[in-house]
């Protein structure tokens, strides 16, 4: 069969994001002519090229990555239903005969509305797909027989129920191949992802990240994760990457494998990743791996520094550890990141403030090694369906008990929510002076947030 794997418009005014999804899937697609095509990539006039491989290739089926949708920065992102909407009907009115087939976080988040919303989806995979898509290729008449499966039936939406989680370790490494890295490389240091590990053993309450993977956390050998950056370096003249783990220390010991194994192959690498802020996770001995391996920025979402903010979370950390984070990063000379929400259940001005004095402390023991971008991205918790913030949402009467969710909806009650909009006005400044600033400086794909 020829597939054709596409990757849906993402936010558009954020860096571009490498497929690894779509590359996962196409390496386990045995016996199928395979092309990955990213929409992102062409954001002037995404028509015309898809068009020509649309009318080149002429898929039997098209699969389609829903990644992001409705990301909930409105100030800040202009991605919606109607773009991905319109390249559904493009492609189906150019191919009238095709199986359009739908994938993707923003897919299994928000499944049943997406079949509702967008009628041009024949059948949609939940979670993820190495296992379930290539069965669903081979069953396309029979798609209930699948695990994981939304389809159609006499007009009503049916599911065959979640699947097992896949064998992660198992799966073979991304099609590399099939996708040229170049303008994700252009576009920002975290555009290019490898992934270590799946799932998270953490509760935090607003994290819809273990209903697409589970709280197990499933890990691939460090000496398998270091072939694969390997080939990127070797075969693709990668040299910077970003892991799209849920949390990449967690285990420590895994994690200072990996470095070790960089270093061993001595691969010259520039990477980062999502880091917990626990103080165990942190030890000395992991920050000197990381230095070693070419980490260069630890990035954090502690979401709130005060103590009685992080235990409303569930935040397995504490004040004590996000100090000591700042200590071990000065210690070690590391680049640090923070982003926090605001006005999260509990909040109230002294909490708020301490938000912002504990910025100030950053900044004033690291200096230039506190990286500031994220701020403009401050914002009340975007509420997640799947997520004990949602439930928490409808029993406290902030959202109504059928609210789709898929609309943003935002943990942002009372007095404080005006000093929320105070700060959102002069995010939404600081971004307009740095768009203009990226478009001068000419490169298309830049982003205005990194
Ligand atoms: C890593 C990550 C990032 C990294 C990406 C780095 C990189 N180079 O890839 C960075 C930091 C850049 C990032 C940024 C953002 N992210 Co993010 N990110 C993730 C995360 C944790 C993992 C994504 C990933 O790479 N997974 C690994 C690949 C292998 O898995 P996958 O893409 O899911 O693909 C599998 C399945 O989904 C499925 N599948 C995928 N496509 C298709 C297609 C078909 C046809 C089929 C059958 C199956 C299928 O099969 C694949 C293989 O199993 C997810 C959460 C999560 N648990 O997945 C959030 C997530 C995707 N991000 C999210 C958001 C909101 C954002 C930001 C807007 C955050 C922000 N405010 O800045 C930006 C947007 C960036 C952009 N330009 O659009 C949301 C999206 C939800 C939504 N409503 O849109 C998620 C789901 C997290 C969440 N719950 O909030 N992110």
Redesign the pocket.
Known sequence: MRVL?VQAF??LD?????????A??AAHLDGHEVEIFDLNLYRDDPYTPFGQVLDRMKPDVV???????????PH??T?DFQPQAEAIAFLRKRLPGVKV??????????SEVMMKRLDAIDIG?W????K??PE?LAKLDTPWEVKGVYYRDAGQVKFTGFPDK?DFPALRH?RRDLVDHAP?LAS?F????V?AK?GCALRCIH???TF??GHQVRMRSPADVVDEMQELVEDYGVRQ??F???IFNIPVKHAIDICKEIVDRRLEVAWSAWFNEHRNTLPDELMVWLKRAGCGLLSFSPDHVDDRMLKNLDKNFRHEDMLYTVQVAKKHGMDVEYSFFLNSPGEDMRSLLAVFKFLLHARLQLGSNLRLFTLL?MQPI?I?PHTRLAELARESGLINADHELIEAAYWNPGGIQHAVAGWQATAKTLYDVRKRWQEASGNTYA?V?R
């Open positions: 794997l993402t936010a954020m860096e571009l994001v490498y497929p690894i999804g779509l996962y899937l699969g389609i990555s829903l990644r992001n949708m409705k990301v909930g920065m800040l992102h991605d087939v739908a994938g993707g976080t923003a897919f299994s988040l928000y995979v979670g993820e797909a190495e379930s898509f669903l896949v991304p994700y920002s975290v555009s290019v992802g992934q799946r994290c819809s990240d697409l993977l990457m970003f799209c783990d849920q991205m975007r997640y982003s947030t």
